[in-house]
Antibody
Framework: QVQLVQSGPEVKKPGASVKVSCKGS????????ITWVRQAPGQGLEYMGW????????DYFQKFQGRVTMTTDTSTSTAYMELTNLRSDDTAVYYC?????????????WGQGTLVSVSS | DIQMTQSPSSVSASVGDRVTITCRAS??????LAWYQQKPGKAPKLLIH???SLQGGVPSRFSGSGSGTDFTLTINSLQPEDFATYFC?????????FGQGTKVEIK
């Protein structure tokens, strides 16, 4: 079945960087995009950006411009999201999701989530 | 950015009830709307895309309607496994944006 499996939880100090991985299986990885969404504790869902696994084209939410880098490795069907200069308010569960539909904008399935905790 | 306003923020209902959740977009998005279900500690799950198309494997008691700016998710005959939080998402233009969520609780 189609599945996205993310890397494990991370604990970081303010100012550090984190890189979360998302490995796809059960489908042709380079035919879809991967969207990254985060959810702070008890909060809603926030779009971070999108990457095409076909050509590497990215779309980053302006809020994260300059701090986020999304990449893919089609040889291992893995997407990565790196967030730098972490702050306490970056503490959240980070999800990857496959984009489907005409605009790659419907998200299915989602990875299980990666908790990133930022604390001094 | 397109703002998505979802209501109510929570609803108490009993098994067998019909529940309706609404979502309003700050500008027209055609039918580029999705609904997701999220249970505690789990990732969201796509229920409906294209405003009214049921994703494969989703029970037919879930239905969606609307176009333009106003959308509705209806759950007919609420089941115990439906108690969860529901989010709408506009899928028309980036940044994809989500409603703030509606928690469906047991009455």
């Amino acid at each position: 079945q189609v599945q996205l499996v993310q890397s494990g939880p991370e604990v970081k100090k303010p100012g550090a960087s984190v890189k979360v991985s998302c490995k796809g299986s059960g489908y042709t990885f380079n035919q879809y995009g991967i969207t990254w969404v985060r959810q702070a504790p008890g909060q809603g869902l926030e779009y971070m950006g999108w990457i095409s696994a076909y050509n590497g084209r990215t779309d980053y939410f302006q809020k994260f411009q300059g701090r986020v880098t999304m990449t893919t490795d089609t040889s291992t069907s893995t997407a990565y999201m790196e967030l730098t200069n972490l702050r306490s308010d970056d503490t959240a569960v980070y999800y990857c999701a496959r984009g489907i539909g005409g605009k790659n904008s419907y998200l299915d399935p989602w990875g299980q989530g990666t908790l990133v905790s930022v604390s001094s | 950015d397109i703002q998505m306003t979802q209501s109510p923020s929570s609803v108490s209902a009993s098994v067998g009830d019909r529940v309706t959740i609404t979502c309003r977009a700050s500008q027209g998005i055609g039918n580029w709307l999705a609904w997701y279900q999220q249970k505690p500690g789990k990732a969201p799950k796509l229920l409906i895309h294209g405003a009214s198309s049921l994703q494969g494997g989703v029970p037919s008691r879930f239905s969606g309607s609307g176009s333009g700016t106003d959308f509705t998710l209806t759950i007919n005959s609420l089941q115990p496994e439906d108690f969860a939080t529901y989010f709408c998402q506009q899928a028309d233009s980036t940044p994809w944006t989500f409603g703030q969520g509606t928690k469906v609780e047991i009455k």
